[in-house]
T-cell receptor
Framework: KAGVTQTPRYLIKTRGQQVTLSCSPI?????VSWYQQTPGQGLQFLFE???????NKGNFPGRFSGRQFSNSRSEMNVSTLELGDSALYLC????????????FGPGTRLLVL | AQSVTQLGSHVSVSEGALVLLRCNYS??????LFWYVQYPNQGLQLLLK??????LVKGINGFEAEFKKSETSFHLTKPSAHMSDAAEYFC????????????FGQGTTLQVKP
């Protein structure tokens, strides 16, 4: 089976712009979670989607949003980019919710100038 | 609330030496615990997972971890380090409730010296 894929792998944006990141889960996986990784804050949970519904949200401002499609693919959007949004954004998929193992994609590295 | 603490942000060992990476957790319910490894410019790769079936869990690449409830620990070990083990290692616990939220430790960078 193909693993979790994320596009694009690298992005450079300027402050104030918005960005959309895409994640395709492993075939058959229904849950998708997003994480932000930075040197200062480490790995932080952004949100979780299951059956096209956001089930859980981390402590991030409303500029961060996402959605899940009927084929379980997910996108996350960040509006009005700030310098502090520069990070590696990781997507993970699992069969179901709860204690299922999460499998991670390679990430999208976002640089905000 | 669940939390994870990894003791030591950097660990350095010689090739062939024992690797010990420490992880302590806090959980109000029986925890589901994970170790992931991250190589430079890559995502996280699952090393192993504790699900209460056995206290000693074997993972990939010769790694294993022992769950000790009395110590609330889930330390990762490997008998003999290899140069290719140099990476960042993360311990994680699943958040409470039926959630897909993983709570990560701050990570430990493993350096392997020749």
């Amino acid at each position: 089976k193909a693993g979790v894929t994320q596009t694009p792998r690298y992005l450079i944006k300027t402050r104030g712009q918005q960005v959309t990141l895409s994640c395709s889960p492993i075939s058959g996986h229904r849950s998708v979670s997003w994480y932000q990784q930075t040197p200062g804050q480490g790995l932080q949970f952004l949100f979780e989607y299951f059956s096209e519904t956001q089930r859980n949200k981390g402590n991030f401002p409303g500029r961060f949003s996402g959605r899940q499609f009927s084929n379980s693919r997910s996108e996350m959007n960040v509006s009005t980019l700030e310098l502090g949004d520069s990070a590696l954004y990781l997507c993970a998929s699992s069969l179901e919710r709860g204690q299922e193992t999460q499998y991670f994609g390679p990430g999208t590295r976002l640089l905000v100038l | 609330a669940q939390s994870v603490t990894q003791l030591g942000s950097h660990v350095s060992v010689s090739e062939g030496a024992l690797v010990l990476l420490r992880c302590n957790y806090s959980s109000s319910v029986p925890p589901y615990l994970f170790w992931y490894v991250q190589y430079p410019n890559q995502g996280l790769q699952l090393l192993l997972k504790y699900t209460s079936a056995a206290t000693l869990v074997k993972g990939i690449n010769g790694f294993e971890a022992e769950f000790k409830k009395s110590e609330t620990s889930f330390h990762l070990t490997k008998p003999s380090a290899h140069m290719s083990d140099a990476a960042e290692y993360f311990c994680a616990v699943v958040g409470s409730g039926n959630t897909g939220k993983l709570i990560f430790g701050q990570g430990t960078t493993l350096q392997v010296k020749p």
